[in-house]
């Protein structure tokens, strides 16, 4: 009985800290990178918003029937745009 008390809490030992390793080796670091990844993706989606207000107050109400090439041509000069 003492040997299968043991052999519970070994289990349970080695369980929790292959889970503790994964978190502070895999899930943390992966976590810094997404939070970066979230940064960078809230700059660009600024610059969007900031290009489209411009076109907003630029175009009449009668003229937005092509805003969307306007905003598509404005896009590709960003620096975040594909090629």
């Known amino acids: 009985m003492v040997f299968l008390t043991r052999l519970v809490s070994m289990t349970n030992f080695a369980v929790a800290s292959s889970a503790l390793g994964f978190q502070v080796f895999v899930l943390y670091p992966w976590h810094i990178t997404l939070d970066e990844s979230f940064e960078e993706l809230k700059k660009e989606h600024i ?32 620096p975040f745009a594909k090629p």
């Open 47 to 78: 610059k969007v918003l900031g290009a489209v207000s411009d076109i907003a107050k630029a175009v009449d109400s009668d003229e937005r029937k092509g805003l969307q090439k306007s905003i598509l041509s404005r896009m590709s000069t960003m």
